[in-house]
Each structure stands twice: as structure tokens, then as C-alpha cells.
């Protein structure tokens, strides 16, 4: 988005200086481009920019919601581990063979899960850049049209 927000930085200043030459003061002149189609093109490229803005919020925020859930796992996972071994541990059974191999399973098994739901809020974020950069380039081609359709 660095190329596209220094591209479009001072789009009033260059759409202000390049008004003339577009017709768009002093009565529309020779390239038939509307005042209208001028703006229809301006507002698709901020709503595909707006949304592209909005995707890399929501990314972020599936990223850190995934992480945060991950650590609740992580934590709920090491307590039951801790109650298997205080279990065993009041039944006067030492932590080995068996009961060793249950905790290292129950462990193993909390690894997995945060390792999906650290999978799952990543693959979220990259559907959300996704829309994003399509939503930006809808913003393109949108813009594209109601240039050409002001050229009629």
C-alpha cells in the first residue's frame, strides 16, 4: 500500500492542476470527461483503498485474536496436565510409565491445538489481505469504467 499511498498522496494537488487539460473547468472541453465520471473515479479508487485499509486492520485483529486464544489453550492444557500429576500423585501412583505417558499425550495433544488455532488465525489474516488487494483493484477497474463511460 507504501507505492499506493505516496502514488495518490497529493491527488488534489495533481487532479487541480490536470483539471484543465481533463475538461473539467471551463466547460468540459475536448476530452469529454464529466465532472461526474471524474468523481465516480475518485470515489472507487478511495473505496478500494478504504477496504484494503479495513482487510489489514481485520488481519491484524485475527492474527492477535489467534494468538490470545492460542495462550488460553496453552494455559488450559498445562493446568490439566498439572491435575493429571496431583491425580496420580493422591492415588499414591508414581509419574511413570502410564500415567507418564497420559500427561505427555495430554501435552502433546494442547502443542496441537495451539499450533491449529496459531494455523487457523493466520490462514483468516491472508483471507483478509486477500479480499483486501481484490477490493483494490475492484477500486482500479471501477475507476477505469467511469473513465471510459465519461468519454461517451
Keep these: 500500500m507504501g507505492f499506493f499511498k505516496n502514488l495518490f498522496k497529493g491527488v488534489g494537488k495533481v487532479l ?3 483539471a484543465p487539460a481533463l475538461g473539467l473547468i471551463g466547460g468540459l472541453g475536448a476530452t469529454g ?3 461526474a465520471s471524474a468523481l465516480g473515479m ?3 479508487l478511495f473505496k478500494g483503498f478504504a477496504e484494503q485499509k479495513r482487510a489489514k486492520k481485520q488481519a491484524k485483529l485475527a492474527r492477535r485474536q489467534a494468538a490470545l486464544d492460542a ?3 496453552q494455559r488450559n492444557t498445562q493446568r490439566l496436565a498439572g491435575q493429571q500429576r496431583a491425580n496420580f500423585a493422591a492415588a499414591g501412583l508414581k509419574i511413570e510409565g502410564s500415567p507418564a505417558l497420559l ?3 495430554t501435552e502433546n495433544l494442547g ?3 495451539v499450533s491449529n488455532i496459531l494455523y487457523a488465525g493466520d490462514q483468516q489474516a491472508k483471507a483478509y489481505k486477500r479480499a483486501g488487494r481484490n477490493s483494490a483493484i ?3 477497474l471501477n475507476a477505469g469504467t467511469s473513465y471510459l463511460n465519461g468519454l461517451k
Design 33 to 35: 470527461l464529466t465532472a
Design 42 to 44: 475518485g470515489g472507487s
Design 111 to 113: 502443542a496441537e491445538e
Design 103 to 105: 500427561i505427555e499425550e
Design 138 to 140: 475492484g477500486g482500479f
Design 71 to 73: 495462550r488460553v489453550s
Design 16 to 18: 487541480g492542476a490536470a
